[in-house]
Nanobody, 114 residues
Framework: QVQLVESGGGLVQAGGSLRLSCAASGTIYRLNVMGWYRQAPGKQRELVAVIISGGTGNYADSVKGRFTISRDNAKNTVYLQMNSLKPEDTAVYYC????????WGQGTQVTVSS
């Protein structure tokens, strides 16, 4: 059993910053992949960033240079630092852990106003 608990979402002005956190609990394997997805109203869920246990991150082109994914393996926690936020970043952000099967967090709302 794996549970993912997200925090850090909220309302922010364009150009501002937010830091999302996702803490995993339960049976967590040492080798796994964690990532962030987002889904805006009327749009498909899309990959934002992923990071392996060793710390290598990959990003969607739309957030590259603005977002940074990191993880603390001792805490089984993944972070998403979001800078220079734009209204088009508005979405529900979901944390994912993959270790043979996929586990999802409940989602946290990020709203960026003009």
């Amino acid at each position: 059993q794996v549970q993912l608990v997200e925090s850090g979402g909220g309302l922010v002005q364009a150009g501002g910053s937010l830091r999302l956190s996702c803490a995993a609990s339960g049976t967590i394997y040492r080798l796994n992949v964690m990532g962030w997805y987002r889904q805006a109203p009327g749009k498909q869920r899309e990959l934002v960033a992923v990071i392996i246990s060793g710390g290598t991150g990959n990003y969607a082109d739309s957030v590259k240079g603005r977002f940074t994914i990191s993880r603390d393996n001792a805490k089984n926690t993944v972070y998403l630092q979001m800078n220079s936020l734009k209204p088009e970043d508005t979405a529900v952000y979901y944390c994912q852990l993959r270790q043979g099967r996929e586990y999802w967090g409940q989602g946290t709302q990020v709203t960026v106003s003009s």
